[in-house]
Nanobody, 126 residues
Framework: QVQLVESGGGSVQAGGSLRLSCVAS????????MGWFRQAPGKEREGVAT????????SYGDTVKGRFTISRDNDKHTLYLQMNSLRPEDTGVYYC???????????????????WGQGIQVTVSS
């Protein structure tokens, strides 16, 4: 049974930093694409960042490029999102997600994800 558990959310002032973690279990973590997504109140869910199974291929949403960094530790089955220079518009519920990579590809961005964590709130005040 796949389980994804996020932690590290909270409230911070604009310009501050937070680091999200997601611990995975129930599947072969090192073989799966991983991603962070978020949903703000009244808005659709959007992709924040994705990372390939080995970590070599990384993709970011345009609104977070240069401020957020996704990484993974396959030995610890953990996904991270370092968020710097936070803005009020970064407020939302952040979700960790997983999926198998496409056949013969390490592309993990722009795909539908199959497994989701419960989400964690991030609030940035101005």
């Amino acid at each position: 049974q796949v389980q994804l558990v996020e932690s590290g959310g909270g409230s911070v002032q604009a310009g501050g930093s937070l680091r999200l973690s997601c611990v995975a279990s129930g599947y072969t973590y090192s073989r799966y694409c991983m991603g962070w997504f978020r949903q703000a109140p009244g808005k659709e869910r959007e992709g924040v960042a994705t990372i390939s199974p080995g970590g070599a291929s990384i993709s970011y949403g345009d609104t977070v490029k240069g401020r957020f960094t996704i990484s993974r530790d396959n030995d610890k089955h953990t996904l991270y999102l370092q968020m710097n220079s936070l803005r009020p518009e970064d407020t939302g519920v952040y979700y960790c997600a997983a999926r198998r990579p496409p056949l013969l590809s390490t592309r993990c961005a722009g795909l539908e994800y199959d497994y989701w964590g419960q989400g964690i709130q991030v609030t940035v005040s101005s």
